[in-house]
């Protein structure tokens, strides 16, 4: 098993901060088609292992992202 963490394409999109979190989305799946980035509410719990597939994308309560969406 390969412990390799090098991802392929766009990892991360630091201008999508402030953006409603359903553009972001659609965003990131465009710029990366190898992702697929998941909506999560602010205070909500997620698991932590690391996959080059899966992008987190934080909103707070008004669905806005209030965090850098990065591959993890």
């Known amino acids: ?3 390799d963490t090098t991802c392929q394409g766009k990892s991360s999109w630091p201008e999508l901060l402030g953006a ?3 553009v972001a989305a659609a965003t990131i799946e465009k710029e990366n088609p190898l992702v697929e980035a998941q909506i999560v509410p ?3 719990s ?3 292992d690391f996959r080059c597939d ?4 934080w909103v707070d ?3 806005i ?3 850098v ?4």
């Open 1 to 3: 098993m390969s412990s």
């Open 20 to 22: 409603k979190g359903k």
């Open 42 to 44: 602010k205070g909500s």
């Open 46 to 48: 997620v698991i932590l």
């Open 54 to 57: 899966r992008v987190w994308v």
């Open 61 to 63: 309560e008004r669905g």
């Open 65 to 67: 992202v209030f965090q």
């Open 69 to 72: 969406p990065r591959i993890g």
